[in-house]
């Protein structure tokens, strides 16, 4: 079985994290968060992926090399100028190795899902479709486009973003396509796969399945969303190989952590991370070689690469990017984002703990 895992995207709403790692090489729980995604793959019986990369494509193989780590054979093709999601799938077409009627399994980059993948194919392959999507139903599905499906299961509409969508479903970034689907998508141009290609085969009247399954399924696409991925794996609230044993915190076993802070929450800090006495990192991302001062509260946060927080800071739903440095008192919160490099001085109003 093989899969197409597209990771070409910039990842903008994950900026500045995203300037210098790929949204899919951003740690979750010690490891790239893609690990998760591939070691999925792999439980499901696929054995070959091929990985559809445009920005900063060399971060991927230099990491993941052949695959075998992972015991899967890993190719790799790069879009030059990003093709889109059905272009990054058609782009990758001369690597597949199935025959025209075997289903493909397709992945966005950036889905943390615990859906049965290989229920979802024996859906496809039940429904004689040529693509079948998962779907899940969401309590909010404003803020996507939503997919109704008929009784048989057959989708009947992609409906665009709507205040009043017609069903809660919506698409998960899962897809089972027929090899032969994926040669019919125009080659060489932009092409999306949820704007132009799903909605002419609706219009050909060809057999789209939506597969259903309410799994835990989370877009990491934001700040919160990706600080909330690393922390259910880490508490084991999904599983993933990759993560050695669920616990209520990681930390790197080259970390420091004085026995007077605390690290709780589902938190994962890397490798030559200093955490001082008398602080707390609640839920968060604390990434390779970054300092936390004394009496600093880190709550549902991310700390790049190097970055220094003086003592007594306080973050809350705050990112702040590689190498950049928080003088003593700084208070974060409410999605602020220091960008990479830069310096702030000491806060000469400091908040007390319990203000
Ligand atoms: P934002 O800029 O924050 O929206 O993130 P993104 O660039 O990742 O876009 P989006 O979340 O819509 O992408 C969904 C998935 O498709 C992600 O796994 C992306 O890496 C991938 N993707 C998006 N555009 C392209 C592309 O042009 N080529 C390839 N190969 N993958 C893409």
Redesign the pocket.
């Given at each position: 079985m093989e899969a197409i895992v597209?990771?070409?995207?910039?990842?903008?709403?994950?900026r500045p994290l995203t300037i210098s790692t790929p949204?899919?090489m951003l740690p979750a729980a010690g490891v790239p968060f893609l690990t998760h995604q591939l070691a999925r793959a792999r439980t499901a019986g696929i054995e070959h992926v091929v990985l559809?990369?445009?920005y900063r494509a060399e971060v991927f193989s230099e990491h993941f090399g052949d695959g075998s780590s992972l015991g899967l054979r890993i190719d790799y093709v790069t879009?030059t100028d990003?093709?889109?999601?059905g272009?990054?799938i058609r782009n990758v077409v001369d690597r597949l190795e199935s025959g025209p009627s075997d289903p493909i399994v397709v992945l966005?980059?950036?889905i943390l899902s615990g859906h049965d993948i290989p229920a979802q194919i024996a859906a496809h392959r039940a429904a004689g479709a040529v693509a079948t999507l998962h779907l899940v139903r969401v309590d909010d599905p404003s803020a996507f486009g939503s997919v109704p499906t008929d009784d048989r299961g057959r989708v009947t509409a992609f409906v665009e973003k709507s205040p009043e969508p017609v069903t809660n479903q919506v698409n998960a970034?899962c897809y089972v396509f027929d090899r032969a689907l994926i040669d019919t998508i125009p080659a060489g141009r932009?092409v999306s796969v949820e704007h132009e290609t799903f909605p002419a085969l609706l219009a050909a009247g060809a057999v789209v399945v939506g597969y259903v399954e309410d799994a835990y399924w989370l877009d990491v696409?934001t700040p919160a969303a990706y600080v909330r991925a690393s922390a259910d794996l880490v508490r084991g609230v999904v599983a993933s190989s990759a993560v050695e044993r669920p616990g209520d915190a990681w930390v790197s076993p080259s970390a420091r952590v004085v026995g007077a802070a605390r690290v709780s929450g589902g938190s994962a800090v890397g490798p030559d991370v200093a955490v001082e006495a008398g602080s707390t990192v609640d839920g968060s991302i604390v990434m390779d070689g970054a300092t936390v001062g004394s009496e600093v509260s880190v709550l549902r946060s991310v700390i790049g690469r190097g970055a220094e927080l003086g003592d007594g800071c306080r973050l809350v739903d705050a990112v702040v990017g590689d190498g950049a440095r928080l003088g003593a008192g700084n208070e974060l919160t409410s999605g602020a984002r220091v960008w990479p490099g830069v310096r702030l001085p000491d806060c000469a109003v400091r908040f007390s703990s319990d203000a």
């Open positions: 597209l990771v070409g995207g910039q990842g903008t709403r994950l949204k899919p559809a990369t445009s879009e990003p093709l889109g999601t272009g990054g966005n980059g950036d970034g932009v696409g």
